[in-house]
């Protein structure tokens, strides 16, 4: 048994809204076994409002919660990664930096809640969303058994995460 703490770094376009759920799923769900973060290729100037209120109604501390480009993994001194999840369309296609270790990478993709349009309510509904698919997927990452895959295996475990369509949880 190894006591290996795993980095995994969730990226998205704005690091405003999913990106910033998924590292605090992640950093609670992980139990000391992940340490999630968060970037963005374009990062907005702030976290988005309803993802804050969405985490503190479900007892997060949101101090870490910040919107901050990926380069700051991609240079010295950053932790060194051992996944890389996009969780936005944007992001998957975009040519991403370089990252020292070659991290596993996989595309769990999830709809924009801040890009969601209609009544305070249903855009309040599309963070609540966002939440339960990450953390459905999530959920199916922390229990994989990691040290009896062989990398091949593993790879292809957090692809099919990523096309999950699975809704319980």
Not at 38 to 52: F, R
Not at 74 to 94: I, M, S, W, Y
Not at 127 to 155: C, E, G, H, T
Request: glycine share 6%; hydrophobic share 40%.
């Amino acid at each position: 048994m190894t006591d290996k703490i795993y980095n995994v770094l969730f990226l998205c376009t704005g690091n405003s809204a999913r990106s910033i759920i998924a590292e605090a799923l992640l950093n609670r769900l992980g139990q000391g076994k992940f340490k999630a973060y968060s970037a963005g290729s374009q990062p907005k100037s702030e976290v988005h409002p309803y993802t804050l209120q969405l985490l503190k109604g479900a007892n997060y501390d949101t101090s870490f919660a910040r919107s901050k480009n990926w380069d700051e993994f991609a240079v010295p001194g950053a932790p060194q990664l051992d996944f890389v999840f996009t969780v936005c369309d944007n992001a998957a296609a975009e040519a991403c930096p370089v990252w020292p270790g070659q991290p596993m990478t996989a595309h769990w993709g999830v709809p924009d809640p801040a890009a969601a349009e209609g009544t305070e309510s249903e855009r309040h509904f599309a963070f609540a969303d966002a939440y339960r698919m990450l953390n459905n997927r999530i959920s199916i990452f922390v229990s994989l058994p990691m040290m009896s895959l062989d990398k091949l295996s593993l790879q292809k475990r957090l692809n099919e995460i990523g096309s999950s369509t699975q809704t319980a949880g």
